[in-house]
């Protein structure tokens, strides 16, 4: 099947948003292959494929860098339960993976699974392209240490039992050997899920040693559920390199982020807060924290631009009142929230976004080498970062020189 006209696609008409943050400058850009080729003012190339932007602008493909396939819930489709056996669960994560391309995530960075093995296999289809879906990183299921069995939480803490760095230790290459990217810690409890544990601690500093040890041996990579202070300073320590939430962090855990910002990335997932706070079926009870959660966040995060860490948007999309396919609300939250200009949004979207990939090399920028990830709107994002959550608004979702999405 050849998937690459030999003569390449062409995108003609757009103002290219490259990444970097600059303003948008008018471009033709040449794709061939799954490379983009060539970015220059004229583009003559015969035989091409021409798209004709008819003005829009043409943005590096979005990375979600706290995604989750498998939490049952899309705009599309609405899971309220979460207890399907594990055959549908593996269904609705390709479900999820479609969603996502369909609204221009072109990158997925997996906050968890409670099936890592449907990750890995979702990885390899939407890789192979047999599947729709985003380049993934897989991870493994969110473990708090003494969890017996993936989505049992209890978040009981680490007073009143013994360190356990083996079982960790254990847990850790467990996950590594069934493929996974990352190996996810819940390094704090989760008010949202288990009332007034957001502050509590679930590892020792000698279990997370551990984890850390292991991982670097297996070569995967450690993300930190990490709401309290102590154990954002905790994944910092060990070199854990994504620290999701981070929103209790005190003076020393952003002394701390700072001096690790070359190596780590933070994810604040303002999207779920919002939905805790608007879009949940009931008023959220003082111990889920809502309210303080996000007067935290609205507080540590403009701290952490300040001081020049890496902040990717991600929000928990998955539950029923907050569902794959409205991930770019993050984008407008980080303007609204965070002061974020539309321009610095999208640059960690998109430049920040290949850089938590891995892959900062040769994805998250329009530039000549460059994989060809490309999203093109009708419309201005950088007037209006909101336009990006109407998927009618998106007229072309590239992902890997193949047009998931063409224009009509």
């Known amino acids: 099947m050849n998937r690459h006209p030999h003569h390449g696609i062409l995108f003609t008409g757009v103002q290219v948003f490259d990444g970097t943050g600059r303003d948008p400058f008018p471009a033709d850009v040449l794709v061939e292959g799954n490379r983009i080729t060539r970015v220059a003012r004229h583009i003559r190339q015969d035989g091409a494929r021409l798209v004709d932007g008819a003005g829009g602008t043409l943005l590096p493909g979005l990375v979600d860098a706290h995604a989750h396939l498998g939490f049952g819930s ?31 995530i072109t990158s ?74 990352i190996v996810k810690l819940s390094l704090s409890g989760e008010s949202a899920v288990v009332q007034g544990t957001s502050r509590i601690v679930q590892f020792t500093d000698e279990e997370v040693a551990a984890a850390a ?23 910092v320590r060990h070199g854990i390199r994504a620290v999701y939430h981070c929103t209790f962090a005190d003076e020393e855990a952003l002394d701390l982020l700072e001096a690790a910002r070359d190596r780590i990335f933070v994810a604040p997932t303002p999207g779920i807060i919002h939905a805790n706070l608007h879009e949940a079926d009931s008023e959220p009870e003082p111990g889920m924290e809502v309210e303080a959660t996000h007067d935290a966040v609205r507080r540590v995060v403009p701290e952490l631009v300040r001081r020049g860490i890496r902040v990717v ?20 939250l980080f303007v609204d929230w965070f002061g974020f200009t539309p321009a610095e949004a999208l640059r960690a979207a998109t430049c920040l976004g290949g850089q938590i990939m891995g892959m900062g090399d040769e994805l998250g920028l329009i530039r000549e080498g460059f994989l060809a990830d490309l999203v093109l709107v009708d419309g201005d994002p950088l007037e209006d970062i909101a336009l990006l959550q109407d998927p009618a608004r998106l007229t072309v979702v590239m992902k890997d020189g193949v047009l998931h999405k063409a224009p009509a």
């Open 313 to 332: 948007p991600g929000g928990d999309y998955g539950f029923a009142w907050n569902p794959v396919g409205r991930n770019l609300r993050d984008l407008e």
């Open 74 to 104: 899309t705009v599309e489709h609405r899971s309220r339960r979460r207890d399907e056996p594990d055959e549908e669960k593996a269904l609705l994560v390709a479900h999820a993976g479609r969603v996502l391309l369909d609204h221009g």
């Open 108 to 181: 997925a960075y997996s906050g968890g699974n409670r099936l890592p093995r449907t990750e890995t296999a979702a990885r390899k289809a939407f890789a192979e392209g047999w599947m729709p879906g985003p380049r993934l990183k897989a991870a493994s299921w969110e473990g708090s240490a003494g969890m017996v069995e993936p989505g049992v939480y209890d978040f009981p803490g680490v007073d009143g039992r013994a360190s356990d760095p083996g079982s960790v230790s254990r847990f850790v290459g467990d996950m590594a050997e069934l493929g996974v990217d």
């Open 213 to 235: 040890h292991t991982a670097q041996k297996h070569g995967v990579w450690l993300t930190a559920h990490a709401h309290a202070a102590e154990s954002v300073k905790m994944a």
